[in-house]
């Protein structure tokens, strides 16, 4: 099992863009989903997470311009990113417990490049 993320891009100052994070192969289920972020020079830094029952956290940075939201039909994961600003910039990992078969697993994807511009 690998955990996937889509969706990063260059965008303008302003813009929007929508990350997507998926699991590959066969599981039995999604548990508890967070997306990460790590600037340049900066440390990682937790963006949003959502449990499989819907409850969210967000990062004071990001309230009121991103949204976390999943799909458990479908095992996946989707960061709403709006009104993007260049200190957004950074490559955004996805974090997530994933059960498969009857084991339990903390998995991080490879990140996407987020880059916005002025």
């Known amino acids: 099992v690998q955990l996937q993320a889509f969706g990063g891009g260059l965008v303008q100052s302003g813009g929007s863009l929508t990350l997507s994070c998926a699991p590959s192969?066969?599981?039995?289920?999604?548990?508890?989903v967070a997306w990460y972020r790590q600037g340049p020079g900066k440390q990682r830094e937790l963006v949003a997470g959502?449990?499989?029952?819907?409850?969210?956290d967000l990062a004071d940075s990001v309230k009121g311009r991103f949204s976390i939201s999943r799909d458990n039909a479908k095992n996946t994961v989707y960061l709403q990113m709006n009104s993007l600003k260049v200190e957004d910039t950074a490559v955004y990992y996805c974090?997530?417990?994933?059960?498969?078969?009857?084991?339990?697993?903390?998995?991080w994807g490879k990140g996407t490049q987020v880059t916005v511009s002025s």
């Open positions: 974090n997530a417990d994933i059960i498969t078969q009857n084991l339990g697993m903390n998995y």
């Open positions: 192969g066969s599981i039995f289920r999604l548990e508890a």
């Open positions: 959502i449990t499989r029952g819907g409850s969210i």
